[in-house]
């Protein structure tokens, strides 16, 4: 959990020094629609555990995938890797779509580019925890395999 929290950093630094070089050319603040987009792309995960146990409470939900992720890390040790919770502000349709409207309005393509960011961290904490077969990343994909 310690090296979530050095790509945090990273990503925040990151993001820092990005926004500062967008506000400095475009005169665009960037900070409210990057922290926007990674609390809303995080709001899946919230629904899913919601949806699962029937109960609102944020610290539940908190809990809900702490067990999760230890029945995950349990599964993985007998051998047995099956796919978790699905999350759609997470697929690439839902990027894709977000970036498309930023053509309409320039906020959503801060925040598909803050989505951007948080689905890289993602990635890199899943191959880092060699989880890459529990998250689904196409929307398509899911509802193909669930129609089987």
């Not at 051998?79 to 997470?90: A, N, S, T």
């Not at 191959?127 to 998250?135: A, G, T, V």
Request: glycine letters at 4%; a positive charge; one cysteine or more.
């Amino acid at each position: 959990m310690r090296y979530l929290a050095y790509f945090v950093f990273v990503f925040s630094l990151m993001l820092f020094v990005f926004s500062a070089v967008i506000y400095y050319f475009f005169a665009v603040p960037l900070d409210s629609y990057e922290i926007q987009a990674s609390v809303f792309i995080d709001f899946d995960n919230y629904m899913c555990s919601m949806c699962k146990t029937k109960k609102i409470s944020l610290l539940h939900s908190f809990r809900y995938h702490e067990r999760l992720k230890k029945l995950e890390k349990e599964n993985k040790e007998r051998g047995i890797r099956e796919k978790g919770d699905f999350h759609i502000f997470h697929t690439i349709e839902f990027h894709i779509l977000v970036g498309l409207l930023g053509f309409l309005w320039i906020g959503f393509f801060y925040i598909f580019i803050g989505m951007t960011f948080h689905s890289l961290l993602d990635i890199i904490s899943l191959l880092y925890d060699d989880f890459m077969y529990i998250r689904e990343f196409s929307l398509i994909r899911w509802l193909w395999l669930r129609r089987v």
